[in-house]
């Protein structure tokens, strides 16, 4: 079993949708969460992050963190074509400051 | 934040060869990181340079394979060496960012194919 679980996709939605990625991930000395996108030919960009558990909101982009399910989610409202692109989720924490990515999830949002 | 180029963006290299991708970042930073980005699998972590030290290796990554140099704060090379078709690639570079370790700054990647 991996240490995150990404479901690779795509995952093709009409614009406007509200948009649900999620994560999974094993290890449960994980503390940080982080949300990456990644347009193509480019590197991928810090979304938002979280610290523990909780919830996180920075515009249309809302990050979830469940520790007692070990599930991560990053929702995207009123999704707009430019959102299309691959969202990687990242985490560490346990003594190891080293991030481990989940094999991120393509997202295509057409008009 | 910082803002991160890689030379070359791309590449086509036979079976044998080695290539040299250049790193050079915006500002001086203490550690750098090498990342794999193979079709379909998730950012593999291939080492960590800081300046005037050795590489550190992740498991899996030799220095004989992936050697990499480190001369100052705001440059960073790391070569692939003897190179096969399984080494075909994106290789980035990042650097952590003003809050920690969780933010990481990506350069846009060297895609290398081999044949």
């Known amino acids: 079993q991996k240490e995150v679980e990404q479901d690779p996709g795509p995952l093709s939605v009409p614009e406007g949708a509200i948009v649900s990625l999620n994560c999974t991930y094993s290890n449960s000395a994980f503390q940080y969460f982080m949300w990456y996108r990644q347009y193509s030919r480019k590197g991928p960009e810090l979304l938002m992050y979280?610290?523990?558990?909780g919830n996180k909101e920075d515009g249309r982009f809302t990050a979830q963190v469940d520790k007692s399910s070990k599930y991560i989610s990053l929702f995207i409202r009123d999704s707009q074509p430019s959102d299309s692109a691959t969202y990687l989720c990242?985490?560490?924490?346990?003594?190891?400051?080293?991030?481990?990515f989940g094999r991120g999830t393509s997202l295509i949002v057409h008009p | 934040s910082a803002v991160i180029s890689q030379k070359p963006s791309r590449d086509i290299c036979q079976r044998g060869t080695s290539l040299t991708i250049q790193c050079q970042v915006d500002s001086q930073v203490t550690m750098m990181f090498w990342y794999r980005q193979q079709p379909g699998q998730s950012l593999t972590l291939i080492a960590t340079a800081n300046q005037g030290s050795e590489a550190t290796y992740e498991s899996g990554f030799v220095i004989d394979k992936f050697p990499i140099s480190r001369p100052n704060l705001t440059f960073s090379t790391l070569t692939v060496s003897n190179m096969s078709p399984e080494d075909s690639s994106i290789y980035l570079c990042?650097?952590?960012?003003?809050?920690?370790?969780?933010?990481?700054?990506f350069g846009p990647g060297t895609r290398l194919t081999v044949t």
């Open positions: 990242a985490m560490s924490g346990g003594g190891s400051y080293i991030p481990t």
């Open positions: 990042s650097v952590e960012g003003n809050r920690g370790h969780y933010e990481q700054y």
């Open positions: 979280t610290y523990s558990s």
